[in-house]
């Protein structure tokens, strides 16, 4: 089964830095699509980042750009997130995805994602 396991999230200052992990198992994790989204309470999920891990390919979403670097470890089989110059709007629960699996369909940042991570969360005040 895949499994997507989160890392990382805490509670930083506006302008600080924080970096997310998300160890995938249960697939072969080369060529997938993987990414990051984020939720904050009441608002909708949203795209944050996404990489290919074939190409290494990636996807930002504008909110993030400049900002927000993610990268690949591919012998880890693990995706990060780094998130400098972090902001109060940034406060959300971040979720891994990928495509491999079958526990849903969302589509998004070119792919179709179907498996997640049970969900990290960042508070930045």
């Known amino acids: 089964d895949v499994q997507l396991v989160e890392s990382g999230g805490g509670s930083v200052q506006a302008g600080g830095s924080l970096r997310l992990s998300c160890a995938a198992s249960?697939?072969?994790?080369?060529?997938?699509?993987m990414a990051w989204f984020r939720q904050a309470p009441g608002k909708e999920r949203e795209g944050v980042a996404r990489?290919?891990?074939?190409?290494?390919?990636?996807y930002y979403a504008d909110s993030v750009k400049g900002r927000f670097t993610i990268s690949q470890d591919n012998a880890k089989n693990t995706v990060y997130l780094q998130m400098n110059s972090l902001k109060p709007e940034d406060t959300a629960t971040y979720y891994c995805?990928?495509?491999?699996?079958?526990?849903?369909?969302?589509?998004?940042?070119?792919?179709?994602?179907?498996?997640w991570g049970q969900g990290t969360q960042v508070t930045v005040s």
């Open positions: 990489i290919a891990t074939g190409s290494g390919n990636t």
């Open positions: 249960g697939y072969s994790y080369n060529r997938n699509c």
């Open positions: 995805a990928t495509d491999r699996g079958a526990s849903g369909r969302y589509v998004g940042m070119g792919c179709v994602f179907k498996s």
